[in-house]
């Protein structure tokens, strides 16, 4: 009987985003530092069958630091290209913001969507309101959410 209650079987019911916790971690892998913020709320929804589609935006920096962390100036411009993404996309999705990652040379903010959104009028909505930068998109199914599970603590 515990299928009853398994993640997979249960009404998928989002928190709001107020609600979420969030964790910081930094890192250093082969002389990269990498920048991990991990909604530790959506752990609680890793793998439900409703969350198949991973949802990916890489944002290359305009002045990539290599090895390093996005300088201050621009750093501030990818935060409000983040927080324009993670407006639009629930407008456009059922899904849930797991992670942002962050490189000298890139952000990439990592979503788990239901299917049959239109992810490529997503796309062209929010390069249409970014001029800043280069926002790319990508949409995979990762039904085991092996992405988050890699960066989650204890996932």
Same mark, same amino acid.
């Given at each position: 009987m515990?299928?009853?209650?398994?993640?997979?079987?249960?009404?998928?019911?989002? /928190? /709001?985003?107020?609600e979420?916790?969030w #964790? +910081?971690?930094?890192?250093?892998?082969?002389?990269?530092?990498?920048?991990?913020?991990?909604?530790?709320?959506?752990?609680?929804?890793? %793998?439900?069958?409703?969350?198949?589609?991973?949802? %990916?935006?890489?944002?290359?920096l305009?002045?990539?630091? /290599?090895?390093?962390?996005?300088?201050?100036?621009?750093?501030?411009?990818?935060?409000?290209?983040?927080?324009?993404?993670?407006?639009? +996309?629930?407008?456009?999705?059922?899904?849930?913001?797991?992670?942002?990652?962050?490189?000298?040379?890139?952000?990439?903010?990592?979503?788990?969507?239901?299917? %049959?959104?239109?992810?490529?009028?997503?796309?062209?909505?929010?390069?249409?309101?970014?001029? #800043?930068?280069? +926002?790319?998109?990508?949409?995979?199914?990762?039904?085991?959410?092996?992405?988050?599970?890699a960066?989650? /603590?204890?996932?």
């Open positions: 515990a299928w009853l209650w398994s993640k997979k079987s249960r009404k998928l019911e989002l /928190p /709001p985003e107020e979420q916790r #964790s +910081v971690a930094q890192a250093e892998h082969d002389g990269v530092v990498l920048v991990v913020r991990c909604n530790e709320t959506a752990g609680e929804w890793a %793998g439900h069958a409703e969350l198949p589609v991973k949802l %990916g935006f890489a944002i290359p305009n002045r990539p630091n /290599p090895g390093g962390l996005p300088n201050p100036a621009e750093n501030a411009e990818l935060g409000e290209v983040e927080d324009l993404i993670a407006r639009l +996309v629930p407008a456009a999705a059922v899904g849930v913001h797991a992670l942002t990652l962050t490189t000298g040379e890139t952000k990439e903010l990592v979503f788990y969507i239901a299917p %049959g959104a239109d992810i490529a009028k997503l796309h062209d909505d929010i390069r249409e309101q970014v001029a #800043s930068h280069d +926002v790319q998109c990508l949409a995979v199914e990762d039904r085991k959410w092996r992405t988050y599970r960066f989650a /603590p204890g996932a």
